[in-house]
């Protein structure tokens, strides 16, 4: 089970909640911010080896002051960007073995800057901030309340996941198929009576799920200088990997 | 509405289920204001089917009147307001990512301001003890604490009847405990489903007893009890 | 299957934004449209079991499981348009959150996985759902969703440069051709245990039948043979898109069939030996899977 990830998640998550500028700036631009860098990362061309040391070592470093402004410790902020060597080793190999090892080094290279940008993004914005920004930017507001909803119910689903294998193990029941298909079943007849009793709590509390934010979101001059400074970054980036 | 007026007033409430089994046949029950009266009796005997019925969530046959008003469809917003339940799991009520706005989801439908809102939340919490929690999503707050969240959610929109469905059932002793304090602090008028025969003593004098959708006592809890052998 | 960033060419997953972005608002506003305010905490918590659901391990044997996708599952019980939006926000949140997947290459993913998995799972379903073929529609419909998903990766990768060989082609093939069985099988069996809590919970909206089991089959026809036609060895066109992104090396592609199976003997064009070759092995799985979901049945209720 992925629970390792979810837990880890929970330092991102702790972090989110720091009030540095960083922090503080609406979380539209921050997004926005990090579309630009991925965007940049994406389209960098490498000529050679060189360009792609210099893209590389140009993102980590915006990345590294970025997470140390926020007063974040940087190296486990770059260090998480682990999480994609599972796909992304698989076609590096695939690359090396066909004699390109310079496609497989831009394939890490830059599938690990761009899910360390993404961690970045997570741990300066409280999840429930960003999803109020991406709703204010345009996502339909139903997409917005599931996805909430989702995140909000995924750790009791979890929870309860938990504690039917415990209750299997105990009984000395193995690891087979048919029980995880069991298993999946009670939790999706659990959820669904979950789903109801929820329903009947919000009637009980007066009406829909609203899913409005103490703090409103509001736009500032600080936003705009993250925007540019963003954007610069983004094309030195995006440039770094011509020059020699 | 006078002093003398009933809080809750239900006559001759009847329920069936959509497969036909008879859930409630005829309920009489009359709660006065500032009364705290605990509900007994088995699983299935109808007890939470009768109080899903004060609010309107379910619709059944008979007469119900809270706080001096018919519950019909123009009234359910207006009781809904003047009840609060605290259903058995916290995790099913507790629905917004933070506990601050959960807690301040009450007032915001009530129509107060965001400040206001807020104002009341933070007092809310205070009032339960979870204040330093205000922040956190309810996944990393224990089951007690999530249980107080969720009270305090109930008490920012300033109901006048509490409805508790089973509370102490993810509680430990020192939670309970702290529970019957704050509990017996509150002003409002209150209706308990509790299996902890004990836990509701410390709390209501007057018991009444279900069985198989019926009403079939009406007094003081130690009496009940000791009738039903309910302990 | 999620795509990290980095690996999509700039038209690819701009594209493939400019395909999913429409699609997921559409079918937004259809579920806006179809349900009543009630089924928010439903299509919520049902996404949080899917979920949850997907990080279980299912065990095959020697130390490998497999996962389900759960998109089937979803469409069965909410309605296509709900599970669009639903997949939609799991797949949302385990890029930010997880990052699984990119958020670049998140329109692509979502694509694959939420937009055409779903309605790849969905339709199969419909086709026989209430009829006594129901079984064989489930494990169908988790066929196809993960087919479907995975082809359009395959495709979605190849046109980006990225290179498959000859043996890389047939693992990943295969890979492939295993988790859609899975899902199948599993999507099969979560429902069949469903049906054991609560009877009669996965009811066929009004109207399943035919039609939509020939549109189906079309939409296979075409599928397989759009596989085929993007891994295709026809040099030039995969050479041409591969000058126009100008992001893959001037390598020519070069797909060995890995099996007889896949190359039939007849006198006419490449491309449409692969494409007849491909809808003869969509008919034979077609009759695999109706034995095996014989085989199903029995066993369960044995």
Redesign the interface.
């Known amino acids: 089970?992925?629970?390792s990830?979810l837990s880890g998640?929970?330092s991102?998550?702790d972090w989110s909640?720091g009030c540095t500028w960083l922090h503080r700036r609406d979380p539209r631009i921050k997004l926005l911010s990090?579309?630009l860098l991925?965007?940049a990362?994406?389209?960098a061309p490498a000529r050679g080896y060189t360009g792609l040391a210099l893209i590389s070592a140009v993102g980590l470093s915006i990345l590294f002051l970025a997470a140390a402004a926020a007063g974040l410790p940087p190296l486990s902020i770059l260090l998480?960007?682990w999480?994609?060597l599972p796909?992304?080793g698989v076609?590096a190999l695939?690359?090396w073995?066909?004699g390109?090892p310079q496609?497989a080094a831009?394939?890490l290279?830059?599938?690990w800057?761009?899910?360390a940008a993404?961690?970045l993004?997570?741990a300066t914005t409280?999840?429930?901030r960003?999803l109020a920004g991406m709703q204010a930017l345009g996502i339909?507001p139903?997409?917005g309340?599931?996805?909430?909803?989702?995140?909000?119910?995924?750790?009791?689903?979890?929870d309860q996941?938990h504690r039917m294998q415990v209750a299997r193990l105990a009984r000395g029941g193995e690891?087979?198929?048919?029980f995880?298909?069991?298993?999946?079943?009670?939790?999706?007849?659990s959820?669904?009576a979950?789903?109801?009793?929820?329903?009947?709590?919000?009637?009980?509390?007066?009406?829909?799920?609203?899913?409005?934010?103490?703090d409103?979101l509001r736009l500032k001059l600080a936003d705009a200088w993250l925007l540019a400074a963003s954007l610069a970054s983004a094309l030195v980036l995006a440039a770094s990997g011509g020059w020699p | 509405m006078s002093h003398h007026q009933p809080i809750i007033e239900v006559r001759g409430l009847r329920f069936r289920y959509e497969d036909g089994t008879e859930a409630l046949k005829g309920v009489d029950f009359t709660v006065h204001r500032g009364e705290r009266v605990a509900l007994l009796g088995a699983n299935g005997s109808g007890k939470t089917t009768f109080l899903l019925h004060l609010n309107g969530i379910l619709r059944g046959e008979g007469h119900i009147e809270i706080c001096g008003t018919e519950l019909g469809d123009s009234t359910l917003k207006w009781i809904r307001r003047k009840t609060g339940f605290l259903f058995q799991d916290p995790d099913d009520q507790l629905f917004l990512p933070t506990v601050l706005e959960d807690v301040a989801f009450g007032p915001i439908e009530q129509g107060c301001t965001t400040a206001e809102a807020t104002r009341k939340a933070r007092a809310a919490l205070e009032h339960v003890g979870v204040s330093a929690e205000a922040a956190r999503p309810p996944y990393r707050l224990s089951a007690g604490q999530r249980q107080r969240v969720a009270l305090a959610g109930i008490l920012a929109a300033e109901p006048e009847i509490l409805v508790l469905d089973e509370p102490t059932t993810h509680l430990d002793p020192p939670s309970r405990n702290a529970l019957v304090t704050l509990l017996d602090g509150l002003p409002q008028s209150l209706l308990l489903v509790s299996h902890d025969v004990a836990f509701a003593a410390r709390l209501a004098r007057r018991a009444v007893f279900f069985d198989q959708g019926r009403i079939v006592a009406d007094g003081p809890i130690d009496e009940i009890v000791r009738r039903f052998h309910w302990s | 299957m999620h795509i990290p960033d980095g690996f999509l060419s700039a038209p690819a997953w701009g594209g493939l934004w400019a395909v999913s972005a429409p699609s997921v608002v559409a079918a937004t506003r259809r579920a806006q449209r179809d349900l009543d305010e009630s089924k928010v905490p439903m299509m919520g918590v049902l996404g949080a079991f899917v979920f949850a659901a997907q990080m279980v391990n299912f065990p095959l044997g020697a130390g490998t499981s497999g996962h389900l996708l759960g998109a089937t599952l979803l469409a069965a019980a909410l309605g296509p348009a709900p599970a669009i939006v639903v997949m939609t926000a799991i797949l949302s949140l385990q890029a930010l959150i997880f990052q699984d997947g990119g958020l670049l290459a998140l329109g692509a993913n979502l694509f694959n996985m939420a937009v055409a998995g779903t309605l790849a799972g969905y339709w199969p379903w419909r086709a026989f759902a209430g009829g006594r073929f129901a079984r064989f529609g489930l494990f169908a419909g988790g066929f196809c969703s993960v087919a479907v998903c995975a082809l359009l990766c395959l495709a979605e990768l190849a046109i980006s440069g990225v290179h498959f060989g000859p043996a890389a082609m047939s693992l990943a093939l295969g890979v492939f051709l295993v988790n859609a069985v899975l899902e199948g099988l599993i999507t099969v069996a979560v429902a069949a245990s469903l049906e054991a809590i609560r009877p009669g919970w996965l009811k066929a909206p009004a109207g399943a039948g035919r039609p939509v089991l020939w549109l189906l089959l079309g939409l296979a026809a075409v599928l397989a043979s759009a596989g085929f036609f993007v891994a295709s060895t026809h040099p030039d066109g995969l050479e041409h898109l591969a000058r126009v992104t100008g992001l893959a090396s001037q390598e020519r592609l070069f797909f060995k069939a890995p099996l007889a199976d896949y190359e039939i003997a007849l006198p006419v064009s490449v491309w449409i030996r692969k494409a007849v070759a491909g809808l003869s092995g969509l008919l034979l799985t077609a009759a695999a899977c109706i034995a095996l979901a014989r085989w199903i049945g029995r066993w369960r209720s044995a």
């Open positions: 089970m992925r629970d990830r998640y929970r991102v998550e909640r990090t579309l991925l965007a990362i994406a389209v998480r960007g999480v994609v796909f992304t076609f695939l690359a073995l066909e390109n496609r831009t394939l290279a830059k599938s800057l761009s899910a993404v961690v993004l997570m409280p999840l429930e960003l339909p139903l997409l309340a599931v996805a909430q909803f989702v995140w909000r119910y995924l750790h009791v689903a979890l996941l690891r087979r198929f048919a995880a298909a069991a298993t999946v079943a009670v939790l999706f007849a959820s669904s979950r789903a109801e009793r929820v329903h009947r709590a919000l009637l009980a509390r007066g009406g829909e799920a609203r899913f409005l934010l103490l409103p």
